[in-house]
């Protein structure tokens, strides 16, 4: 058994979440967690510290075979190896650089809005435009616009689609259902699909992730994968992550992209922890999956009880509730600026959430919540969460 329940002092550890803002702020935005590293991979990165020598590394054929094994044996993705990869330094080089090999300037990006606001400057920076298809909400749920979706393929100059499978911060881990008929939409309009998967192992019961490379071939072949560890097993700052194609034509693009982008040398310690991580790191994700669900559990009771003019997508995946905070807003109050204003007051009664407009402008009225912290702080939030939202 694993504690999830230790609270480990972060401040003033130059942690972008807990650094950001003053001591008084409990920080509950960034997407990392309050967890410490599984032991498994405390101790390989010990064992790596103590050979003392950190010269630049050769990744190893054991890595390959810890994500093949890895992902063969819990995700159904059979075959995957060393021929069909590319390691890199984080899931961001990894689409950036495949944004790069797979469009020229002036192109289109299909992204669903609202989406990780990282997927903007990727977009920008590599001189193309986004393309918003922005997915439904109806009855607290989240659904992809197909109608729209199919629209937006048709545009002549779409030539992309950055696709976030489970999706932050909507909180839906698509189906194989769905992501058959994205990729179809894709492939029949000439749309290439780069698959964000960082978020891959954090599902809830009854919502199993699909790798998109499990899906027809000739999807898979319309498309590159994004996959690393760090964002599940707490290690985003070691900076590790690998693009997976089956086609060996657009896996030499890919290489191509991450060397004219000179982000093709990893770090000795994400070597390590990666492998540690897929190699010895399978019951302690499972505990912290069951942990983060209860954390859900509470959040979601919380909302009902003690503050129902706020409600929340059920969380199929990741460990980021998206808050629909759009009955808070005074009936006199303008709704543009709304979700900064609201973040504004929070933080001032002593919680940092993520402002929702910057998932998108779609997102007027929402807030993101990261819930991965021990207990008793997702309590702590909580209190603060309701003192601020009755006091806006
Ligand atoms: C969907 C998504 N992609 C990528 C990242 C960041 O990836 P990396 O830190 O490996 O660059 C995040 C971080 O929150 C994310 O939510």
Not at 70 to 77: L, V
Not at 173 to 198: K, P
Not at 359 to 370: C, D, H, I, K, P
Request: hydrophobic share 40%; aromatic share 10%; charged share 25%.
């Amino acid at each position: 058994m694993y504690s999830f329940d230790e609270i480990v002092p972060r401040r003033g550890t130059e942690s972008v979440k807990w650094d950001e803002f003053g001591p008084e702020v409990l920080p509950m935005w960034v997407a990392d967690m309050d967890f410490k590293a599984a032991p498994e991979i405390l101790e390989a990165l010990q064992e790596r510290l103590d050979h003392g020598v950190f010269g630049y590394e050769l990744v190893p054929d054991d890595y390959f075979e810890a994500i093949g094994r890895w992902f063969g044996r819990r995700h159904g993705w059979a075959g995957i190896g060393k021929e069909q990869i590319v390691p890199t330094t984080g899931v961001i080089p990894a689409y950036s650089a495949a944004i790069k090999a797979m469009t020229k300037p002036g192109d289109k990006v299909i992204v669903q809005t609202p989406c990780y606001n990282a997927f903007f400057p990727a977009i920008r920076n590599n001189k193309c435009e986004e393309l918003h298809n922005p997915l439904r909400y109806e009855k607290g749920v989240f659904t992809v616009d197909w109608d729209d979706l199919e629209a937006k393929a048709a545009d002549p100059r779409a030539t992309a689609m950055l696709l976030c499978n489970p999706h932050n911060p909507a909180g839906r881990v698509w189906t194989r259902e769905e992501l058959e008929r994205i990729g179809r939409i894709c492939l029949r309009n000439g749309v290439f699909v780069i698959a964000d998967e960082i978020h891959c192992e954090l599902t809830y019961p009854g919502h199993d992730y699909t790798p998109y490379a499990t899906l027809p071939q000739e999807l898979v072949k319309n498309s590159v994968s994004c996959i690393s560890p760090t964002k599940a097993f707490n290690i985003a700052g070691i900076q590790i992550a690998n693009i997976f194609a089956s086609d060996p034509e657009i896996l030499k693009k890919m290489d191509r992209a991450i060397n004219d982008n000179e982000c093709c040398d990893v770090n000795v310690f994400g070597v390590a922890a990666l492998k540690a991580a897929y190699n010895r790191g399978e019951k302690w994700l499972d505990e912290l999956r069951e942990y983060l669900y209860d954390n859900y559990v509470t959040v979601r009771d919380f909302l009902a009880d003690e503050l129902p003019q706020i409600t929340a997508p059920p969380l199929e995946g990741t460990y980021l509730m998206w808050l629909d905070c759009r009955k808070v807003r005074h009936p006199e109050e303008p709704e543009a600026g709304f979700s900064e204003r609201l973040s504004a007051h929070l933080q001032k009664c002593g919680l940092a959430l993520s402002t929702g407009t910057i998932y998108g402008a779609e997102a007027e009225g929402f807030e993101r919540l990261n819930i991965a912290c021990p207990r008793k702080t997702l309590l702590e939030g909580l209190r603060r969460l309701k003192d601020g939202i009755q006091s806006y």
